[in-house]
């Protein structure tokens, strides 16, 4: 029997960033906790990726809706924590490739304290060259930032490690 966390989780995945509707909540990493008690209430606590992100409210709602769906859950709150900082890392494997599915750079892994070096190093999601510019720091949201391939000659925006 799978637990109902896992349930929960599994129902999540069909819960996308509005922004970038080819990776789940999930695989975005910004589901921190889920608790069900056996009276079906359930709490999800998510984080986000930016404190001023303007897909939280959709999101939340969007998540809310979700476990209202699941049979065994009779009561739902979705907990927007900022206590815990989101961070690049929290993107999982299938969410890189759901990103770059999207048209974007996804970010590397890091260690230690992020530096401009590592904003500015992106892999071209069209022809997959590391021969690329940051050209803006801050593209159409705060989490991507817009760079240029001298292979392919595309720009293309980057999701950005934080």
């Given at each position: 029997?799978?637990?109902?966390?896992?349930?929960?989780?599994d129902?999540l995945?069909?819960?996308?960033?509005?922004?970038?509707?080819t990776?789940?909540?999930?695989d975005?990493?910004i589901i921190?906790?889920?608790?069900?008690?056996?009276?079906g209430e359930a709490?999800?606590?998510m984080?986000?990726?930016?404190?001023?992100?303007?897909?939280i409210?959709?999101m939340q709602?969007q998540i809310?809706e979700?476990?209202e769906?699941?049979?065994?859950?009779?009561?739902?709150?979705?907990v927007?924590?900022?206590?815990i900082?989101?961070?690049?890392?929290?993107?999982?494997e299938r969410?890189r490739?759901?990103?770059e599915?999207h048209?974007l750079s996804s970010?590397d892994?890091?260690?230690?304290?992020l530096?401009l070096?590592q904003?500015?190093?992106?892999?071209?999601p069209?022809?997959g060259s590391?021969h690329?510019?940051?050209?803006?720091?801050f593209g159409?949201?705060?989490c991507?930032?817009i760079?240029f391939?001298y292979?392919?000659?595309?720009?293309f925006?980057?999701?950005?490690?934080?």
């Amino acid at each position: 029997m799978i637990p109902v966390e896992q349930q929960i989780l599994d129902a999540l995945q069909a819960v996308k960033d509005p922004e970038i509707p080819t990776i789940s909540v999930v695989d975005l990493g910004i589901i921190t906790n889920i608790q069900c008690n056996q009276n079906g209430e359930a709490i999800v606590t998510m984080t986000p990726t930016f404190t001023a992100c303007p897909a939280i409210k959709i999101m939340q709602h969007q998540i809310k809706e979700t476990l209202e769906q699941l049979p065994f859950v009779t009561q739902s709150e979705v907990v927007v924590d900022y206590s815990i900082p989101w961070t690049s890392n929290r993107i999982t494997e299938r969410g890189r490739k759901q990103i770059e599915e999207h048209g974007l750079s996804s970010p590397d892994r890091y260690e230690g304290e992020l530096t401009l070096e590592q904003i500015e190093k992106a892999r071209c999601p069209h022809c997959g060259s590391t021969h690329t510019s940051l050209n803006v720091l801050f593209g159409a949201t705060l989490c991507r930032s817009i760079h240029f391939c001298y292979d392919c000659k595309q720009s293309f925006e980057a999701f950005k490690p934080v």
